[in-house]
């Protein structure tokens, strides 16, 4: 197998209001003029601009995001509801989305041409979603190709990535999968050949989980492919031989959390019952008690006997908002420091009254629009999800 070309990956995060790169999750700056973060009317222009607009706006709020924000959210949820929910809703001209570049990039595939998706902050873009370049997909694919494996590689790509991650996994058969139904998406996947490979973008950890605790296969199944090495840091050879090609992304937030992290939780709260999501490393789903997405842990503190005790590895916004509506439980951090999603976090006040009063105003600022050919593949590979059994 000769190399292929290496491209680094561009750095994770553009700093904001630097430089533009609408192509890429990264971030970009804002261009317009915001509040003051000091205004003390800020929640009341928010509340007025939301008011002038009524019925033509529709304000998503995901899970992870600031209290701040999700006061002013018609519905949360995680980013594939939003999408569905945005989708349910023809009658608003305006999805207003609170949460990241990815997930508006959804919105704008899943909703009618005559609804205008925007993002409050367009710095708020997803490291994870970032560590899949679709350049860097294309030459993975080549790697594939030249070690006689590409005909039996079925892609499976995870909600978070972008629009052109999805329309790849389109374009080669595949099917995008949410961190609640990956187990169904690699049970189809490994159906559709008879010698079947998954290439899992660009979640290494949530492939991992799924494959291994869920479909059973065993770690030496799964090979991790590293963009920034020659032909993945991968043989011809480990290519052939394996089931699962992870790609080597992961969640900045999800990533942090680690088996001491459990181990000491364990030794200060006795009976802690330790809740993680899918995109936490091997090691810390392993010795976590109950993993799932982000719903599923908010169903499971919601059903939790009063008395209680969790410790919850996710999203530092959302355990606080459990730990409040949870006062019967004791609800803590799994990590000792805090974890916030960084980029999710760029939408706050200001940015929300820009977005608002801009739309009351009748200007768009911030819109998201999917070039019409990839939002075409992408939403084959996401009705490819949507036609999956009990979904
Ligand atoms: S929590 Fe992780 S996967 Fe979700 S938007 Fe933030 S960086 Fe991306």
């Known amino acids: 197998m000769t190399d292929v070309f290496v491209e680094p990956t561009p750095s994770a995060l553009l700093l904001l209001g630097r ?4 192509a890429s999750e990264r971030g970009v700056e804002c261009p317009g003029d915001l509040p003051a973060a000091s205004d003390p009317d800020l929640v009341a222009r928010a509340r007025a601009a939301r008011d002038a607009l009524g019925d033509d706006a529709f304000i998503l709020g995901h899970h992870y995001q600031r209290d701040e924000v999700i006061e002013f959210a018609d519905v949360t949820g995680d980013s594939f509801k939003l999408a569905r929910d945005a989708a349910n809703r023809p009658g608003a001209q305006y999805i207003v989305f609170c949460g990241v570049h990815f997930m508006a990039e959804s919105a704008d595939i899943l909703t009618a041409s005559h609804q205008q998706v925007v993002l409050p902050d367009l710095a708020a873009g997803c490291s994870m979603a970032d560590m899949a370049a679709i350049s860097q997909v294309e030459t993975a694919w080549e790697v594939l190709e030249d ?3 590409a005909a039996d590689v079925v892609p499976v790509s995870y909600m978070n990535s972008s629009a052109a991650i999805k329309s790849f996994t389109g374009r080669h058969g595949g099917t995008i999968c949410t961190s609640s139904n990956a187990k169904t998406a690699l049970t189809w996947a490994f159906e559709q050949r008879p010698d079947a490979k998954v290439l899992f973008l660009p979640d290494q950890h949530l492939g991992r989980n799924t494959a291994v605790l869920q479909l059973g296969l065993s770690l030496d199944d799964c090979v991790v492919y590293d963009p920034h090495k020659p032909n993945g840091g991968l043989t011809a050879q480990q290519l052939r031989d394996a089931k699962m090609i992870l790609w080597r992304g992961h969640c900045s937030v999800h990533g942090r959390f680690s088996k001491e992290n459990v181990d000491d939780v364990r030794a200060a709260v006795p009976g802690v019952n330790v809740l993680v999501h899918p995109e936490c490393r091997h090691d810390v789903v392993t010795n976590a008690d109950l ?8 169903r499971t503190i919601e059903a939790a006997d009063a008395g209680s005790s969790w410790a919850v590895g996710t999203e530092l916004n959302l355990v606080r908002r459990l730990a ?4 019967d439980k004791q609800i803590t951090f799994l990590d000792k420091t805090v974890c916030y999603c960084s980029t999710m976090n760029r939408i706050d006040l200001p940015h929300l009254v820009y977005a608002l009063e801009s739309l009351a105003a009748g200007r768009v600022v911030n819109r998201i629009v999917v070039d019409p050919d990839v939002a075409h593949w992408s939403r084959v590979a996401l009705d490819q999800m949507l036609a999956l059994p009990g979904i």
Request: glycine share 10%; hydrophobic share 40%; proline share 5%.
């Open 19 to 22: 430089n533009r790169d609408l």
């Open 147 to 149: 070690a006689g494996v």
């Open 291 to 298: 993993v799932g997405s982000t719903e599923f842990i908010i």
């Open 324 to 327: 409040k509506a949870h006062p």
